[in-house]
Every structure is written in C-alpha cells, then in structure tokens.
C-alpha cells in the first residue's frame, strides 16, 4: 500500500506567491472594476533584449538542419556557454573559478532546492530570517528540519539567524554551529547586501568550522556600490567552503526561457570526497541538459552587445526601485533597499501585521505586495514591494500610496 512522504505534509500552508495569487483573484472576482498593480512576485516585466533574441533565433535556425541540428545536451552544459561564464563572471572579477567547475541548469529555484541533496541527512541548515522560502522548505521536504512550532513559525532543528533594522538586515554569526549556511545577497526579500570584508568573515567562520556556504547571487546584477561583492569567490578561502548559484533571470529576464548555474570548486571536500564529484553524479542521472536554444541565449548574455542591452534593462527596473523607494519615504514609510537591489523592504505602519497591511494596500491602493511574514517570523511587520513593474504601473503605484 503506498504512503505519501510524510516530509511533505509537514510543510505549513501552501507556498507564500499561490496564497498572494488567490488573495489577488478573489479580490478582482469581487472587484471587477479597479486595476490591480503587481509590485508583488519577483518576475521581470520587460522583453528579451535584442541580442537574445537574435541569439535565439540563430539556434531555433539550427535545429532546422541536420548539420547543425543538437540533441542531448551534455550534462553538465555546453562548454560554450561554461567558458562564457567562467571568463565574464569570474576571471574578469579576479576570481578563480574554471569552466569545469561550472554546472549549468534550468534555474536557481530547482538548483537551490536540490543542492542539499548532496548532504548527509543530519545536516544542521542556518538561514538569514526572513528567507527565500525555497531553501527552508526543500529542507523540510528531504526530513532535515525537525518539528514544526505554529507560535514561532519555526522549524525546531534549523538555525535561524534573524535580519532584522537593528543589524542593517544583516545576518550574525550564530550561536550554535551549522553544518550548511545559506546566505543570498544581494538580498531576496529585504534588497539588503553585505560588504567583502563582511562576507570574508562568513568565509573565514565556514572554513573554521567545516560549513559549507552555499551563496544565492540570484541578485547579483544590481549591485551599484564598490564594496559590495559580485561573488563569493572574491573573499580569500571561498574555494573550499562556497558552492554559488546563479540564475539569468534577473540580470537578463530569463525568467520564462530559464537557465541558471552552479559552481561547486573541487577544493571542498571531506575526507576525499569531493562535493563536485558528489553534483556530477547528481546531474547525471538525474538532468539530462539545459536545451541548447537556451545555452546560446545564454551565450549572448556575455556578448558586447548583450552587457550594454542588459545595463540598460537593470538600470530601467533600478529607476523604478528608485522612485519606489524615494515616494515611500516621502509619505513617511521606513523603508530600505532599492540601491543595490530590486526589492524595496518597508516596515508596515502603525504596527499592522504584514498581511493586514497586504490586505490594506490591496483595497485602498488597489496595489499588490508581498507580506514580510511570509518569508519568516523575523519578516513581521514588514512587506516587500518589487521594481520589477513597468515604470508607468510603478508610478501610478507609488502615487496611489502616496495619496492614502
Ligand atoms: C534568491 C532567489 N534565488 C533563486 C530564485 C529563482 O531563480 P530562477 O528563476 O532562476 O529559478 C529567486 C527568484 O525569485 C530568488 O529570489
């Protein structure tokens, strides 16, 4: 008789952007008349650039002839595309990363929720709170989270290291050691960041303490400030504790094509056992390649005429994450982000709770956000709105919040 796993049924509720969604639905069913703004999901609003697009195309043409025709592609992903990244996001920034280091996938979501495949099941897990919900819940899914408390909204045996006004939306160094740290920065949802000498302390602790980091720089495309880093693997020691992944979703709207990365250095290893290896084998049995069409697309991110299309694209959603922040300000709201990242996160006034105050800007301003509480107890009273609109829906957006 079969059993459902009973990892699954302990996870609470349904997934934060499904219950925005219904919230969103039920409204416009009741209210058929106004015009909801989305400044909700994390989803990117404008077209393909001009070079993906023709890059595309060239490889749709391709496919058409049985010379240039591409199958399977290789596991671990075209080394066109590996060499492209390893040049462009890392030798360039002086960070040593080969091309075979490099696994290219279909996206961060499924990378950052299957990377803890390659860990022991008591793997203690720390995460930043609030968090990208992806890295807690595929953790619950493999039975590594313990228990789960309904008042805290914690799970007993993970580490929880609250980002919070007091520490600049920064994680510390906790108490009790982990055995693998997730740290995503530029930050999803507070649009927070750390410095390098910041992030070489986490080095230094996960080489200390044999962790492993795994660093989601999902985000990593906005960074505007100089001593913020690109990569992990611009801090000394990163290559025997870091494993980074990358999507190209948000730095080249990729959010509908899909295609990500995943570097695992050979130099992490316990006791001879190298975590690449340990991906590798993963990857093949159970991936069998990103489709070519998209590696070129891929490809054309690294291209001159690619790098200058794409500055254009994220300093478009950065002028939106400007007026977001600069008109939420006026009108007196607490809020932080939007200078190095696409997220704006706001403290909700007068000590709402962040679903009342999902509910009250969705009513009176007719505009779509995403409550802080749903990425962790610590987003509580706070709420995450995203320059990811159109510049014209964020303005009329950010007008009507202004006139409440
Ligand atoms: C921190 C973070 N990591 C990963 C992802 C997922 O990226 P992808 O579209 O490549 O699956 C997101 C998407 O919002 C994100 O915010």
Redesign the pocket.
């Known amino acids: 008789m079969f059993q459902p796993n009973e990892n699954y049924l302990k996870l609470p509720g349904s997934y934060l952007f499904s219950t925005v969604a219904r919230k969103q639905r039920e409204y416009a069913e009741a209210h058929p008349d106004k015009k909801i703004i989305k400044l909700s ?3 990117v609003t404008q077209p393909l650039c001009p070079a993906i697009i023709k890059a595309l195309h060239d490889a749709v043409d391709e496919m058409a002839s049985a010379d240039t025709f591409k199958g399977y592609a290789p596991d671990l992903g075209y080394e066109f595309l590996r060499n492209a990244i390893a040049e462009n996001d890392y030798k360039a920034r002086g960070c040593d990363i080969a091309a075979d280091e490099i696994f290219v996938a ?7 929720a299957n990377i803890q495949e390659i860990f022991t099941q008591n793997t203690k897990i720390a995460v930043c709170d609030p968090v ?1 919900p ?1 890295y807690v819940d595929s953790n619950v899914m493999a039975g590594r989270t313990g228990t789960y408390d309904k008042e805290t909204e914690t799970w007993s045996d993970v580490i929880y290291m609250p980002c919070l006004k007091e520490n600049n939306f920064a994680p510390e160094l906790p108490k009790e050691t982990p055995d693998l740290i997730y740290l ?1 920065f530029p ?2 949802p507070t649009g927070s960041t750390i410095t390098k000498s910041q992030l070489q302390e986490w080095v230094d602790y996960a080489n200390k303490v044999g962790a492993v980091i795994i660093y ?1 720089a ?2 990593e495309a906005y960074i505007s400030e100089a001593d913020v880093p690109h990569s992990i693997y611009e801090c000394e020691g990163a290559r025997t504790c870091a494993i980074e ?1 990358h ?4 730095n080249a709207g ?2 509908g094509v ?3 990365y995943v570097v695992i250095p050979k130099e992490i290893k316990r006791d001879g056992v190298m975590l690449h290896s340990l991906w590798a084998r993963r990857h093949g049995t159970k991936y069998n390649g990103a489709p070519y069409i998209i590696q070129k697309a891929g490809e054309a991110v690294y291209s001159a005429e690619g790098k200058a299309q794409l500055k254009e694209q994220v300093a478009y959603y950065m002028k939106n994450a400007a007026y977001i922040k600069n008109g939420l300000k006026e009108a007196g709201y607490d809020c932080s982000g939007g200078v190095n990242a696409p997220y704006i996160w706001l403290r909700t006034p007068n000590n709402m709770t962040s679903w009342e105050f999902f509910d009250y800007l969705l009513d009176k301003a007719n505009v779509l956000g995403t409550p802080g509480s749903g990425f962790g107890p610590s987003g509580e009273h706070y709420f995450r709105l995203t320059a990811f609109g159109s510049y014209e829906s964020t303005v009329e957006a950010i007008n009507r919040i202004k006139a409440l």
């Open positions: 999901i994390g989803d279909d996206g961060a979501k499924s990378d950052s990208y992806v995503c930050n999803n989601d999902a985000y992944l999507s190209f979703s948000k990729f959010t899909r295609l990500s």
